[in-house]
């Protein structure tokens, strides 16, 4: 093994630990991928993330269509959308895919957030979309996803959660708390009234002036 695929595995446990202890996540529910290679370090089934070490990481080869892995551990029940995110978009570098509640709430009503906020512009649109539902693990779910990401880096899965996915693991993890505080948001706008919605051209000077945007790892200060 590498040094670059160590560090990429520790920082892959890093990251689930952080996302369980923040509230981003719970229990063994989200998963985490990153691109390596001709491969993908994808977190394991059913692996509590105090359990988990770098070693427990396992390793999919991402042309393989028959799911086969490298480890001791099964992968992830959710191994399909990662890869087929990561063949059919290679900018990205990384997926991350939570239960968060507020963005997991939203998906239950299979309803897209609109743009409320500049922020949405971060995510490369004006909305949010909800991907049909599918059973977890499934192909389906997996082409679904891919639709409902097109052109943008993340989604809700309707009755699910959420999927986001950028060039590298700190930038994916920074979408993952930006989209959780959306929906957040969002949830809390819709009780008091009616959210004004940004107009089309304010999101796209936004994406303007996101392009080169500092994003920081999501265990700092985020926002501005």
Known sequence: MTEGERALREA?????RWMNASGLNQGTSGNISA?????????P????????????????PLSAEDGRF???????????????????????GAVVHTHSPHATALSMLRREIPACHYMIA???GSTIRCAD?????TAELSRNALVALEDRKGCLLANHGMIVADEDLARAMWLAVE????ARQYVIAVQIG????????????????????GLRPATQASEE
């Open 179 to 182: 989209l959780e505080t959306l």
């Open 194 to 213: 009616t959210p004004f919605v940004l107009d089309d051209a304010e999101i796209e000077r936004m994406q303007r002036a996101f392009a080169g945007y």
């Open 45 to 60: 089934s059913a692996v509590p993330y105090e359990d988990l070490d770098p070693g427990m990481i396992v390793r999919m």
């Open 133 to 137: 539902y599918a059973t977890f693990g």
């Open 122 to 124: 971060a995510f490369g």
């Open 70 to 92: 490298e480890g001791s551990l099964r992968p992830s029940t959710e191994w399909r959308f990662h890869r087929d995110i990561l063949r059919a978009r290679p900018e990205f």
């Open 12 to 16: 892959i446990v890093t990251q689930c």
């Open 35 to 43: 691109r390596h290679e001709d491969a993908m370090l994808i977190t």
